[in-house]
């Protein structure tokens, strides 16, 4: 049993427990509603919480959209997809959330999404530079090189640039919960 897996076993979120032992056993692979689980999880985000995160990004949304988005994949009769232009929204409106919504026109939906360009998003959101970043791998015992963090961020036809996996994504979504959760994070990285 890996440590990640470990510390998401005691972890107080069955959401992310779900999540996690899904990817794990049955090679799934991470749908914008597991990410939008896992970012309503970190930042225990309530379905009206995530209504109101959308928007700020100027897209209104119902409560009984975001319980479909909710759903587990076992509950496929309500479960909906959450496709890419509503997950960029959601992203948008959650930087707008964070950082202050700016004035004038809102950014625009984009029609397809990579874990590069959500993590991207979530790390505009958080204001995070790099060293803020290792230093949230670091709370889930993941190692990464100022390099490999800048390469998740160029332009895919930049020679450096590196795909960011699934279990990249989850373990920094992770770490951003024990950050903010130091109580629960110092228990759970230390048993």
Do not use: C
């Given at each position: 049993m890996s440590k990640t897996l470990s510390i998401l076993l005691k972890s107080?979120?069955?959401?992310?427990?779900?999540?996690?032992?899904?990817?794990?056993?049955?090679?799934?692979?991470?749908?914008?509603?597991?990410?939008?689980?896992?970012?309503?999880?970190?930042?225990?985000?309530?379905?009206?919480?995530?209504?109101?995160?959308?928007?700020?990004?100027?897209?209104?949304?119902?409560?009984?959209?975001?319980?479909?988005?909710?759903?587990?994949?076992?509950?496929?009769?309500?479960?909906?997809?959450?496709?890419?232009?509503?997950?960029?929204?959601?992203?948008?409106?959650?930087?707008?959330?964070?950082?202050?919504?700016?004035?004038?026109?809102?950014?625009?939906?984009?029609?397809?999404?990579?874990n590069n360009m959500v993590f991207q998003k979530l790390r505009i959101a958080l204001n995070l530079k790099t060293e803020d970043i290792l230093d949230v791998f670091k709370l889930v015992d993941t190692d990464f090189s100022k390099h490999e963090i800048s390469a998740f961020f160029r332009k895919p036809g930049n020679k450096h640039y590196k795909d960011c996996r699934d279990n990249t994504l989850e373990k920094f979504l992770l770490g951003i919960q024990c950050q903010l959760r130091p109580d629960e994070s110092d228990e759970l990285i230390n048993s």
């Open positions: 107080s979120s069955p959401v992310i427990v779900w999540i996690k032992l899904d990817y794990l056993r049955l090679g799934h692979t991470l749908t914008n509603n597991d990410i939008l689980q896992l970012v309503a999880t970190t930042f225990d985000f309530n379905n009206r919480a995530l209504i109101e995160i959308f928007a700020l990004a100027d897209f209104n949304v119902t409560d009984e959209q975001v319980t479909a988005w909710l759903k587990k994949e076992e509950d496929k009769q309500s479960l909906i997809s959450l496709n890419d232009p509503e997950m960029s929204l959601f992203l948008n409106g959650f930087i707008n959330f964070k950082r202050g919504k700016r004035e004038g026109e809102q950014a625009k939906a984009q029609d397809h999404l990579n």
